[in-house]
């Protein structure tokens, strides 16, 4: 309820009336004049209500008379009614009805009570009342009010004193409110002017308002009081203390800075008093020194000692001054702040240093003022540094609380048992149960700081950014207290940490202000002529501030982070210096930023590690600082004031808690280093700077890098895919070991540290490139510590600039040169693990730019496409297998992946391919064949033609190499493939070549030089073929045996294929620069082949015989490629002779087939004879109109005729629409060039005839060569042509004969027959021979025999269609078969060469072993075969007059002659059996011939030849072998009675026709055969022939039909008969006599066997004769021979006792037909005639 509602005013007049009442009752007896003022009151009062309606105002214009009897009822003394007095007047004052005057009487009443002592706290109640509820009191008034409470603050009595103390506070302060509130009123209006600044008279206050007044005059005194001197306004002070004074003064100064700052007045008397004041009080302080204690302390005088209330009051002034009025008093807080910072001096006695630490503190949370100072101080040029200097001494303050032996307790007493100095550590040793806490398991988790020693527990002492002061606030404390140990330093510690953090947010606020603001500029486009002038002058004062604070916090912060032993207060500090290092990086301060860059590495790593990038550093900082007094702060000490501490280097014993156990990766410290948990810290704050505050680390990254680079590796992080680190385990010496506590860390460390590189795509460009760039030097470190020796080399740098690469892809051309350029510097280390993972990093590299979606797309963007490829080649240069095999399957991938969208990369990427070198081991090129084997089967369509050649040379290049034969023979098939390709796509491929052709054409043109391609003035898709061919050839002379099989089939596959799509023109280049160039160097190899044995084709592979030579395998090689090109010359005939030079190309063919024929190895002779025969088959082009199915004649598939032959009715029209005729048609048009074709004709024919003939010389050269004989000379033959050889040699001439028949000579006859002769006389070589001879049982010929009688075959037919003219060659082929029949008994003889004879008639069997090297044939079968041929050929052609001219039958007899002889001596029995039967032929064609032309003595000299014949036969000089069966006898036998019948049929008959001797001779021999039965001298040798009956009885009776048939002509014959017979019945009468005699002899002894044969002979004999004189007629029998007959008949009875059963056989035919004698006698026979 308010004091001045109706309710409010009623209850007041009813209390007053209360009031008045109890007073008079009170003063009733004592004091009536106030009994009665009371009562007057009472009526006054009821006066007042009831004429006022403002009772209020009434009352308070009537306040004096109101308040006189309470006054009154003061002035008696007596307690009670004082009491009762004063809260009546209080109440008056409460309702403000208390006017000027009346308030000054209850003031003099108060000072009345006062003086006595009365009612002190009531007095100073209702002083409190009156100046708080109202303003009337002033002047004079109000300073009696004031001096009145004052006094009651210096009573005895504390209750009282305290209250005053209070009292006077608020009526202090109650003042300047009232100023305040004066001023607010006034502020609307005009102020007065200002008084003139010179105004130094401190009594001119007649400008101030009232109560502006008052509160001067009253704050003028109190500065007096403070002083010791008399006041001017408080009238009436006795006594005052300093201490009260200056609270007052800082009240004043600290509540109401404005009434200061508004009044001039009021600032002079800051300037003019306050500052005097506090500078005069402070100087004990400064001069006192702790030890020398100035005097006894209980001098009540102002002493030299310090005093702490005043000391700390001043201090609180002085702080309230720089805070509030630091503008108006620039010097004098020069001053104070210099005082400020020495009384942190060490010589001060603590509390001084705690009261003034505690001031430092409430300066450091007040960036904006710290700023003032450095603008005000540190940046005018003769002015104190403040700034700086205040951060040194707090840098100082704690390095000398770590020094000053009593500024800590030693570690010792303090530090629990187990030095357990963090809570982290306490945790850890009872996780790990070793015990730590030792016997007492007392443990303390207190934070503090240890170092060297000296442990200083941290205390909480303010919050963040708030300076809560303790000791500042000792108001009540006389005496100094003691201060806590850590007090100190925990202030200094949180003041430190609260300017690091002022400032830098103070300065990181502005900056990002302004950088908005410059955004928005941007933005709008102002022109820059409107920027603040003041700018530039910010960024100095920054600058200035940091460049002034930075040495003295980073050696208090590296200190304090070297001895906390707490983790909060690490994490502390290192923000600190992260904050700095950050906000130096974006002032471009590159000193400072490096330098508290280093401070948090050098935390990072364990104690003393050898890291020099740091130290190196700490080195450049101190000549980097400015000059001057400074330049101390700065060395690598970072000495201050005169202390040197070492600080950089962590001090090892501090008691931290160790979580890993390392490989340092630095060559100085051996064995392990250890990391603390601090480190780790250090490590992840490393990270964070480097995560978030990336771009202004610039230069510094290095040392960030290096560091974490270290940390890494102690850590054991090995890179993974990508770059990412992960935890891996160590490869050699100790093993790495992590606590549990870093194992559960490991995995953050390693995704912050992949974060921190992620984010180096928000850089901008040129951080980038710092980054870079340090990773770059890091890596060369690297490298460079791992060359020589085989420690595992650190991969951090290498792993980091790859995951730097693949977050940067949007912008990777910035980065990639330097980026792949050191790559590929560190892909050639030696140091395998190393490369390996710069291959890694290469590879993933360009396969992340080839797959990230640029804009524009690559495909439009093909710089950078070959930028990125790039590297990709230059891998190439590495020798290392490993990198290549890296390099080669990135290849692998990027095919997989991109291979469609290549173009332009596609010649860098077949480079890196066909980059392979034989020393590169299998494994390499096995991947790169992969890579070709995908290109050649995916990407042939989508690559740009002129790549198509590089195709072609990449893959040739694997067909050469010799590392893994499977790729060489692979790669032969992809050549297959590419040349499919070429032939499917040729008209596009085609069109694009040309295109490109022109303008390469153009180029060429411009730079003046000729256009540089192979096979230049080819067409361009022919130069593809050609291409194509010549890496073909290349492999054809490959050393690899299989490798040219394959290259070879290859090659003339494709050309048969896909040459009809080569233009006209090219087939010359193939000719020439392919093909002969080709056989030239096969030729030359094969020649030159070595023939040692090989022994296996490497690992388990057995060689054939036949390959196990090289020479054998160049054999191989040879013959593929002369098949090749002879095939090629028949398909491709007819284009081939369009070309100028086919005849000298033929030549040139004949010559290589010549050479190949006669090469010394058995497969190349045989395979140049197979390609002459194909060459042969070509068929020579005629007209159209003489040939009707060319096709068919020359037995080539249709498809392999070249189309463009001419369309004609007898030519098939072959596919119009095929390529090759486009093609053709295309090259017509452009070049318009001739009609293909000249109209075929003689001229061409008569061109053939002349390769014919250059064929026949040829074959002659050929054949004569390989069949003349060894000279003699020689010990052992060096070659003797195999039969196959021959055979096909042989073989040949049919089909060449065919072709040069019109012009066959007997020259050339001559010729073939020589050739013939030696092919057949070659022997076999004994290996061989099992395979080619026939057993000898079989009757065969071989193939080379078959095919010189087929050759001859062919001539004789040839002849005997042929014209007269040439059957003048009949008897020379008779004369060459005859030469073959006499093989029979006389094989031929090959020069001197030793051959054994398989067949050896008498003992039918081969001896293999036998020692000669050759064997001759068995040439019976042969022999008897030309024998056949004869016969067949003398049946055709016995009438002609060559034949009869040249006496051929004659040579015939003559030949047969021979075989006929020998008869059982011939080496084959069926050879003279043939031979009889043949000559029985020829003689039955032959003898009628002869006897046709008897008068012309052609036939003279045959018949004596004949007659020989006859007798060496059937009388043969050879004896049968013994074990002729009997049936086999008689066959024999049989043939002779054969011959003996011809005689009898063909040639007695006609003997008018035949010279008499012949005749004469041939009854002798009838004559002989007749009694040649019976041996004449029975020798041993001849007691084996067996009898041969029916021949004698054939002879006998033909000797007996013409002798005595007819009237013999001649008695001489007739006589011959009969003498012959009486010769043989004497003998047989002989014979028989002497048998039986010796039988009679021999008793039971039977007779010698010998013996008993020939009486069985002579039996037989007898019986012979018997039944040829029987059949002859009688009158032709002499009589005497009857005679002659008969009287053998007692001798033969007698023979029949003989024991023998065979004689008794014999006996009984040869006395059966003496019957016909037995008969009655007719006449006396006489004479033996009856």
């Avoid at 996780?431 to 527990?457: C, D, H, M």
């Avoid at 530039?536 to 003295?552: F, K, R, S, T």
């Avoid at 990230?852 to 495909?859: D, M, W």
Wanted: charged share 20%; proline share 6%; hydrophobic share 40%.
């Amino acid at each position: 309820m308010s004091t001045s509602s109706p309710e409010a005013v009623k209850k007041l007049l009813e209390n007053m009336q209360t009031d008045l009442r109890s007073l008079s009752m009170e003063c009733k007896k004592k004091f009536p004049p106030v009994k009665e003022a009371a009562e007057s009151g009472i009526v006054k009062i009821k006066t007042i209500a009831a004429r006022n309606t403002d009772i209020l105002a009434a009352l308070k214009e009537n306040s004096s008379e109101v308040v006189q009897p309470f006054l009154m009822g003061c002035g008696t003394k007596e307690p009670k009614i004082t009491q009762l007095c004063l809260a009546a007047i209080q109440r008056l004052m409460t309702h403000e009805v208390v006017s000027e005057a009346a308030a000054g009487n209850i003031i003099n009443m108060l000072w009345q009570l006062m003086e006595n002592g009365l009612e002190e706290l009531k007095l100073l109640q209702t002083v409190l009342v009156l100046l708080t509820t109202n303003t009337v009191v002033h002047d004079e008034v109000l300073s009696k009010a004031i001096v009145l409470c004052f006094r009651l603050h210096f009573t005895k009595d504390t209750i009282t004193n305290n209250t005053a103390a209070a009292t006077v506070r608020q009526v202090v302060t109650v003042v300047f409110e009232r100023m305040v509130a004066e001023d607010d009123r006034f502020k609307g209006m005009a102020d007065e002017p200002p008084p003139v600044q010179g105004n130094s008279n401190r009594r001119s206050v007649s400008t101030l308002r009232p109560s502006a007044k008052d509160a001067y005059m009253l704050f003028q005194d109190l500065c007096q009081l403070v002083n010791a001197d008399a006041p001017y306004w408080l009238v009436g002070m006795t006594e005052m203390t300093r201490t009260f004074g200056l609270e007052l003064l800082e009240s004043v100064l600290n509540d109401f800075p404005g009434v200061f700052l508004q009044h001039q007045e009021f600032s002079f008397l800051l300037k003019e008093r306050v500052c005097p004041l506090v500078i005069k009080l402070f100087s004990p302080n400064i001069k006192f020194r702790q030890g020398s204690s100035g005097g006894s302390s209980a001098s009540p005088a102002p002493v030299e000692k310090p005093y702490f209330p005043i000391c700390m009051r001043l201090l609180r002034v002085v702080s309230v001054l720089i805070k509030h009025f630091y503008s108006l008093l620039v010097t004098e807080c020069e001053i104070f702040l210099s005082l400020l910072v020495k009384f942190l001096d060490g010589e001060k006695p603590q509390w001084l240093r705690a009261v003034a630490v505690e001031s430092v503190h409430r300066l450091c949370v007040q960036p904006h003022l710290l700023r003032s100072f450095c603008q005000s101080y540190d940046m005018k040029q003769h002015s104190t540094k403040v700034f700086r200097d205040i951060v040194n001494a707090l840098g100082s303050f704690i390095q000398s609380l770590f020094i000053v032996p009593n500024a800590g307790n030693p570690a010792s007493t303090n530090t629990p048992v187990g030095q357990c100095g963090s809570g982290s550590a306490a945790q850890t040793a009872a996780q790990s149960g070793q015990g730590l806490a030792g016997a007492s398991g007392v443990l303390t988790t207190q934070a503090a700081f240890e170092y060297r020693g000296t442990w200083i527990p941290l205390m909480t002492v303010s919050v963040q950014g708030s300076a809560k002061a303790t000791y500042l606030e000792m108001l009540d404390k006389v005496e100094p207290p003691s201060i806590p140990e850590g007090y100190a330093m925990s202030v200094a510690f949180s003041a430190l940490l609260d300017l690091v953090r002022g400032i830098t947010s103070m300065i990181e606020k502005e900056l990002a202000k302004e950088e908005e603001e410059a955004a928005t500029r941007d933005g709008s486009e102002a022109p820059a002529s409107q920027e603040n002038p003041q700018e530039p002058l910010a960024h100095q004062v920054w600058e200035e501030m940091v460049n002034a604070c930075w040495c003295g916090l980073l050696a208090a912060l590296s200190l304090l982070l070297d001895a906390s032993t707490d983790e909060t207060a690490t994490e502390n500090i290192l923000k600190a210096e992260l904050t700095m290092a950050t906000l130096c990086g974006r002032l471009a301060l590159v000193t400072p930023r490096d330098a508290f860059i280093t401070a948090i590495c050098k935390a990072s790593l364990p104690p003393h590690y050898a890291l020099t990038v740091l130290s190196s550093h700490a080195g450049n900082l101190s000549n980097k600082s400015e000059p001057g007094p400074s330049r101390s702060l700065c060395t690598l000490a970072y000495s201050i004031q005169g202390q040197s501490v070492q600080i950089i280097s962590p001090s090892s014993e501090s008691h931290q808690q160790v979580v890993a156990v390392g490989q340092p990766l630095t060559v100085q410290p051996q064995g392990t280093v250890v990391l603390t948990a601090k480190n780790i810290q250090c490590m992840r704050t490393l990270l964070n700077l480097a995560h978030c505050h990336g771009a202004v680390l610039g230069t510094s990254w290095q040392l960030v890098l290096a560091t974490l680079q270290h940390l890494v590796w102690i850590l054991g992080l090995k890179p993974g895919v990508g770059g990412v680190l992960k935890p891996g385990r160590a490869v050699e010496g100790p093993s790495t070991v992590l606590t549990t506590a870093v194992m559960t860390d490991l995995p953050v460390i390693s995704n912050i540290l992949s974060r921190l590189f992620e984010s180096s795509q928000y850089l901008d460009d040129v951080s980038l490139h710092h980054l870079i760039n340090a990773l770059c030097s890091l890596s060369m470190e690297a490298m460079e510590m791992a060359f020589g020796n085989n420690k595992e080399p650190s991969l951090f740098a290498v792993a980091k600039l790859l995951e730097t690469g693949l977050v940067n892809m949007d912008r990777i051309e910035i980065l990639w040169r330097p980026l792949t350029a050191h790559l590929l510097e560190v892909c050639q280390h030696p140091n395998a693990r190393m490369r390996e993972w710069g291959a890694e990093a290469v590879t993933s590299l360009i396969k992340a730019g080839l797959s990230y979606k640029h804009e524009p797309p690559l495909s439009q963007n093909q710089r950078l496409q070959l930028l990125l490829l790039n590297p990709l080649k230059e891998l190439s240069n590495v020798l290392h297998a490993d990198i290549r095999q890296k390099q080669l399957e990135c290849v692998l991938q990027i095919l997989q992946s991109q291979g469609d969208s290549l173009g332009p990369g596609w010649p860098l990427v077949l480079g890196v391919i066909g980059a392979i070198r034989n020393d590169q081991g299998e494994s390499l090129i096995r991947t790169a064949f992969q890579c070709l084997q995908l290109v050649v089967t995916d990407f042939l369509p989508t690559m740009p033609c002129t790549c198509l050649q590089i195709v072609v040379d990449v893959a040739g290049s694997f067909g050469l190499q010799n590392q893994e034969l499977n790729i060489s023979l692979t790669s032969i098939g992809l050549l297959w493939n590419i040349s499919d390709y070429f032939f499917q796509r040729g008209e596009t491929i085609t069109d694009e070549l040309e295109r490109e052709e022109v303008m390469l054409e153009k180029q060429a043109k411009e730079k003046g030089e000729p256009l540089n391609r192979p096979f230049h003035p080819a067409p361009p898709f022919d130069c593809l073929w050609l291409c194509l061919y010549a890496k073909l050839g290349e492999m054809c002379v490959d050393p690899r045996p299989a490798v040219r099989k394959s290259a070879g089939q290859t090659l003339f596959s494709t050309i048969a294929a896909h040459g009809t799509l080569l233009q006209q023109p090219t087939w010359h280049i193939v000719v020439w620069k392919v093909l002969f160039h080709l056989l030239d160097r096969v030729r030359k190899s094969s020649t030159s082949a070595d023939k040692e044995k090989i022994e296996s084709g490497g690992g388990n592979i057995l060689i054939h015989h036949s390959r196990d030579t090289a020479e054998k395998q160049w054999a191989e090689t040879w013959v593929l490629t002369l098949a090749g090109v002879a095939r090629i010359f028949n398909t491709r005939r007819y284009p081939l002779q369009q070309l100028g030079d086919f005849f000298k190309a033929w030549e040139v063919l004949l010559d290589h087939i010549q050479s190949a024929a006669l090469s010394k190895n058995n497969e190349v002779s045989l395979a140049a004879l197979k390609s002459f025969q194909e060459i042969l088959q070509i068929v020579t082009p005629v007209k159209d109109t003489e040939k009707p199915e060319p096709l068919a004649a020359m037995c080539v598939p249709p498809v392999l005729v070249d189309p463009l032959a001419i369309p004609g009715p007898g030519r098939p029209l072959l596919r119009s629409d095929s390529l090759a005729e486009r093609l053709a048609q295309r090259y017509m048009n452009s070049a318009q060039a001739q009609p293909p074709l000249p109209p075929p004709g003689g001229a061409e024919e008569l061109d053939d005839s002349a390769l014919w003939w250059s064929a026949w010389n040829t074959w002659y050269r050929t054949g004569t060569e390989c069949t003349r004989p060894p000279p003699p000379g020689a010990d052992k033959p060096s070659f003797i042509p195999s039969q196959p050889f021959l055979t096909a040699l042989v073989q040949i001439f049919p089909a060449l004969y065919q072709h040069v028949k019109s012009g066959f000579s007997m020259e050339d006859l001559r010729k073939l027959g020589v050739i013939l002769h030696g092919a057949v006389s070659v022997p076999i070589s004994s290996d061989a021979s099992p395979f080619i001879l026939p057993s000898y049982t079989e009757a065969v010929l071989t193939s080379l025999q078959e095919a010189v009688l087929t050759a001859l075959d062919v001539l004789q037919k040839a002849i005997c269609v042929g014209p007269e003219t040439l059957q003048v060659m009949y008897p020379a082929i008779f004369e060459q078969l005859l030469l073959f029949v006499e093989f029979s008994c006389k094989p031929p003889q090959y020069g001197k060469v030793e051959t054994k004879h398989v067949a050896n008639a008498k003992y039918n069997q081969i001896q293999l072993f036998a020692p000669a090297e050759w064997v001759a044939l068995n040439y019976v079968p042969f022999a008897e075969r030309s024998l056949e041929v004869v016969v067949d050929l003398y049946h055709k052609t016995a009438c002609h007059k060559a034949v009869i001219n040249e006496k051929v039958l004659q040579n015939i007899i003559k030949t047969l002659r021979m075989p006929l002889g020998l008869k059982y001596a011939c080496p084959a029995e069926s050879t003279w059996k043939l031979a009889v039967s043949s000559l029985l032929k020829v003689l039955s064609i032959g003898l009628p011939v002869a006897r046709q032309h008897a008068s012309s003595g052609k036939f003279d000299t045959m018949w004596p030849e004949l007659a020989g014949a006859f007798e060496d036969f059937l009388f043969t000089k050879s004896t049968p072998p013994d074990n002729l069966s009997i049936q086999e006898f008689q066959k024999n036998e049989a043939v002779d009675v054969e011959v003996v019948q011809l005689i009898s049929t063909e040639i007695l008959p006609f003997a008018n026709f035949i010279p008499k001797d012949f005749v004469a001779q041939i009854m002798a021999m009838l004559n002989r055969g007749s009694i040649h039965s019976q041996s004449s001298s029975f020798t041993e040798a001849e007691i084996d022939i067996r009898m041969r009956e029916d021949f004698s009885k054939v002879c006998f009776e033909t000797l007996l039909q013409f002798s005595f048939s007819n009237k013999v002509s001649t008695p001489q014959e007739g006589y011959i008969s009969r003498m012959a017979l009486s010769v043989l019945l004497q003998r047989a009468q002989d014979v028989l006599r002497r048998y039986v005699d010796d039988e009679r002899l021999s008793g039971r002894c039977p007779l010698p066997r010998q013996q008993v044969t020939e009486i069985i002979f002579v039996l037989k004999a007898v019986s012979t004769l018997m039944d040829s004189l029987k059949k002859t007629q009688p009158e032709n029998v002499d009589g005497n021979t009857w005679a002659q007959v008969i009287a053998l008949y007692p001798t033969l009875v007698e023979c029949i006792t003989c024991s023998s059963s065979e004689v008794s056989s014999a006996l009984k035919e040869a006395l059966g037909p003496f019957k016909d004698f037995m008969q009655p006698p007719v006449s006396k026979v006489q004479n033996g005639e009856s």
